[in-house]
Nanobody, 124 residues
Framework: QVQLVESGGGSVQAGGSLRLSCTGS????????MGWFRQVPGKEREVVAL????????YHADSVRGRFTISQDNVETTTYLQMNDLKPEDTAMYYC?????????????????WGQGTQVTVSS
């Protein structure tokens, strides 16, 4: 049974930093695509960053490139999202997702497993 547990959200001022963590279990890690997505009320969920270590694939959305970095621990069980220079428009619920033993896609509908979400609030 796939499980994803997120942590690390919170409230910061603009320009601050947070690191989100997502610890997974119940699946083969090396060729699984892990993603971070975010959603604000009334808007569609959007991709923030993706990683698939087996395929050497890393992606960051244009809106966060240069400020956010997705990474994994050396056994690939925990996926991180380091968020620097946060802006008020980064305020959202952030979700970790897994597309097990598959290549990455940017669409949330391609992911079958989701964490519970963690709130990030950035004040100006």
């Amino acid at each position: 049974q796939v499980q994803l547990v997120e942590s690390g959200g919170g409230s910061v001022q603009a320009g601050g930093s947070l690191r989100l963590s997502c610890t997974g279990s119940g699946y083969a890690f090396h060729y699984t695509c892990m993603g971070w997505f975010r959603q604000v009320p009334g808007k569609e969920r959007e991709v923030v960053a993706l990683v698939n270590p087996g395929f050497g694939y890393i992606y960051h959305a244009d809106s966060v490139r240069g400020r956010f970095t997705i990474s994994q621990d050396n056994v690939e069980t925990t996926t991180y999202l380091q968020m620097n220079d946060l802006k008020p428009e980064d305020t959202a619920m952030y979700y970790c997702a897994a597309r097990v033993t598959s290549t990455c896609y940017r669409s949330p509908s391609a992911f079958g497993h989701w964490g519970q979400g963690t709130q990030v609030t950035v004040s100006s």
